[in-house]
């Protein structure tokens, strides 16, 4: 297995709650957009090659907007998330329109990433320069058997929008640290009162203390992830292929192939602060997070001079 390490970058979600192409929305001083930042980050703790998961649509405004800062700078590959990419003996439905969720994103990265450890990362999330470096030490870590897997656990309180509902994989966490389950929670809301709430598609409530570990899919995974992860999305298809709008996310295809005694999987928890933009309104807080970043001295003022 390669020693180098990949950061995969997951930019080919549609951002229908924001309202546009979220991805190529500038927020720092110079420009910048999120995954700018995520790229400098990784760079900074050593991942030495960068992979983007896209849609075919978007590969003109991607190359422009983006690729066209990092070719001297590290090395990119493009993989393109289509909607037709099924495992032998499935056809693509005639109605569906919607990408089939990042386990099948990571799926159609399989080629690009090859025999290397990697990360995960959403393009839209901004999730702090310590984690990873965490994340690096895992992966690189030569007692690891190559079948535990990591995800960086983030606070719920620290994960929320003031501007609507947010999905959130809700982690369950045994006493040495393993990922039981990761439950994916669509609708929590951060109330008026500070209370935190998910309410469920019966219409019921649950209420959350805002201490939960959350996913905000940052993993970190071997090669060794992607045979069980084309089986669970195998047995997705035969479920919910027929649904227009099913989509297979990783913590509920890591809970099973966890569950099936196939892997396992270390929480990390982190205490950097993520922010990202779910909703248009959210931008005002992550360019004023970023502006305070600069001024501090984590990042200059242009990260690509």
């Known amino acids: 297995m390669s020693r180098e390490l990949v950061l995969t970058v997951l930019a080919a979600g549609i951002g229908s709650r924001y309202g546009g192409l979220k991805q190529l929305d500038p927020v720092g001083p110079s420009g910048e957009v999120i995954l700018d930042y995520s790229v400098y980050d990784a760079m900074r703790a050593g ?3 960068v992979v983007f998961v896209i849609r075919h649509e978007f590969e003109t405004a991607f190359r422009d907007g983006i690729l066209s800062r990092y070719p001297d700078r590290v090395p990119v590959t493009l993989a393109y998330q289509a909607l037709d990419m099924l495992p032998a003996g499935f056809a693509l439905p005639k109605d569906r329109r919607k990408p089939w969720g990042t386990s099948h994103a990571v799926l159609c990265a399989r080629d690009a990433i090859g025999d290397a450890p990697f990360a995960v990362i959403n393009a839209d999330d901004f999730y702090g320069a310590g984690a ?8 690189l870590d030569p007692s690891n058997d190559g079948r535990t897997y990591a995800l960086v656990g983030y606070r719920l309180r620290n994960t929320l929008s003031e501007h609507g509902a947010v999905a959130r994989g809700v982690c369950r966490v045994d006493a040495a640290g393993n990922l039981i389950e990761s439950e994916e929670l669509t609708a929590i809301e951060l109330l ?14 649950r209420v959350l203390s805002g201490d939960e570990p959350v996913s905000m899919n940052f993993w970190g995974f071997f090669p060794s992830i992607f045979e069980p992860l084309e089986a669970e999305f ?15 996310y990783l913590p509920p295809a890591i809970t099973a192939i966890i569950r099936s005694g196939r892997a396992r999987c270390r929480v990390l928890p982190t205490s950097e602060q993520w922010f990202g933009v779910t909703y248009r309104e959210d931008k005002p807080r992550v360019v004023e997070s970023i502006r305070k970043l600069v001024a501090a001295g984590v990042y200059p003022e242009r990260l690509w001079p």
């Open 132 to 139: 990873y470096q965490l994340l690096k030490e895992f992966l």
């Open 192 to 205: 008026p009162d500070g209370r935190i709430q998910n309410r469920n598609p019966d219409g019921t409530v």
């Open 234 to 248: 195998t047995r997705f298809l035969h479920k919910h292929g027929h649904d227009p709008k099913a989509e297979y």
């Open 47 to 49: 991942f030495t090659r």
